[in-house]
């Protein structure tokens, strides 16, 4: 019988378990274990030790249980007779599902019962080596990953095809119909579905030291010639369409409602500026005004100022002429006689005494009104008195402008006072 003297494993990654072909080894035996390994001892089908990744010199000082293993060899060698297993501890990719028949569900959006089918891929890794040797390997000769769901997605025993067919099967339906996914969108869900699936799945493949530590639903058939999916679209379809209508219905409104508002708000905007502009146009012209009323006024202060005299005698002269022009230039009176005249002499004096006593006028700016109007009656005194109207007095003239015939205290051009007048 030929011993080997190395114990080792390099073979394809797609493989789960490797029973080393021989099964009697010398002492000093090396075993080599890769970093993604693990190996695995077994006498009369139970397990004597596992060993991680590493090197080792098989001898019984180092390994105790190989005492139980020592057979005696020809030759007087000691040899031990064992099961070695290698299991690789990668993650398996890409292995490919399949459900082998439709699967019939209740769609809750609109009570119809459709058939799909489902398909994807998973990924599966060992985490448990005694396990997986004990439950699924026992004594043949290793697990391969296309032993798993088969040579294809839809045909083959693969070991674990069964269990993958019926938990995505018992689930789907009921992942539907709690989540309330409608079917049409049902590729907008793959990863809920997914996620929900591969939680059921592993609870039972932990029973076998496996786990799937992803799994995905990559696709789902519809039966898009079934008359019940057929109806199915057209009723998402309406009320799709319905939906949007709304939809834009309530954005115009929104917009006009917005629309109104900026009016309005644009609207008293306007109204406030435009009031702004009327406030702010009275305001310069009313400091216009009062400019042009400043200056005319100082113009006429600087006038009476270079002629020499007040603004109490500019007064006294301007009442003066208006009383000549208004109010004492002769005429009849009510009667028809001459006794008019002095009637309006008397009224213009009662009316500048009036004016003073309003305007609070001192005695000093009265008294030459009053001289005015009174010298102005004693002019018309002469004409007054008879029955027949007698010429005027030739008066006097003006030392300062020239004016002749002034019967007035005061010059009516110049205001200058008659130089002969008390």
């Known amino acids: 019988m030929e011993l080997i003297s190395v114990i080792k494993y390099e073979g394809s990654n797609e493989v789960f378990v490797h029973k080393h072909p021989n099964e009697d080894f010398n002492f000093g035996t090396q075993l080599i274990v890769h970093e993604t390994q693990q190996a695995l001892f077994l006498k009369d089908g139970k397990i004597v030790n596992l060993f991680p990744a590493g090197r080792y ?19 007087g060698e000691n040899i031990f007779h064992a099961e070695v297993y290698f299991i690789n501890m990668t993650t398996q990719m890409g292995i490919k599902w399949g459900t082998d ?12 019962y459709v058939e799909i089918g489902a398909s994807g891929n998973f990924n599966l890794r060992v985490i448990d080596s005694p396990r997986l040797v004990l439950k699924m390997v026992g004594t043949t000769e290793g697990l ?13 025993t693969g070991k674990f095809k069964a269990l993958v067919m019926n938990k995505v099967k018992s689930n789907i339906a009921r992942i539907i119909k709690e989540q309330n996914i409608n079917i049409l969108e049902i590729d907008s869900y793959l990863d809920i579905l997914s996620t929900e699936l591969q939680a059921s799945i592993n609870v039972t493949l932990d029973e076998y030291g496996l786990v799937m530590p992803e799994f ?46 900026l009016e309005a708000q644009t609207e008293a905007q306007l109204k406030m500026v435009s009031a702004q502009g009327e406030a702010e146009a009275i305001r310069i012209k009313a400091e216009a005004e009062a ?34 022009q208004n109010g004492i230039t002769g005429g009849s ?27 609070n006028m001192t005695k000093e700016a009265m008294g030459p009104i009053m001289g005015s ?19 005027a007095p030739a008066g006097w003239t003006c030392p300062s402008c020239g004016k002749t015939g002034i019967t007035s205290k005061f010059c009516p051009d110049c205001g200058t006072k008659n130089p002969t007048a008390p």
């Open 291 to 324: 400019q042009a009323y400043k200056m005319q006024a100082e113009a006429e202060a600087a006038e009476m100022k270079m002629k020499g005299y007040t603004y109490q005698q500019e007064t006294a002269r301007q009442v003066g002429l208006e009383a000549m």
């Open 373 to 391: 109007a009174t010298q102005v009656g004693e002019g018309f005194g002469g004409v007054i008195s008879g029955n027949t109207a007698a010429a």
């Open 57 to 75: 010199t098989l001898q019984t000082f180092n390994f105790p249980f190989l005492k139980d293993l020592i057979k005696l060899g020809t030759g």
């Open 101 to 112: 028949s439709k699967v019939r569900l209740f769609d809750p959006a609109s009570g119809l």
């Open 333 to 359: 009176g009510a009667g028809g006689g001459s006794g008019a005249g002095i009637g309006d002499i008397a009224s213009l004096g009662v009316t500048l005494g009036a004016m003073g006593g309003v305007i």
């Open 144 to 156: 391969l990953q296309s032993e798993v769901m088969g040579d294809g997605v839809s045909y083959g």
């Open 216 to 261: 995905y639903v990559t696709s789902i058939t519809t039966p898009d010639d079934d008359p019940n999916f057929i109806k199915l679209k057209q009723q998402f379809a309406d009320r799709t369409l319905k939906v949007r209508e709304e939809e834009v219905r309530k954005a115009e409104a929104e917009a006009a409602q917005s629309r109104k508002i």
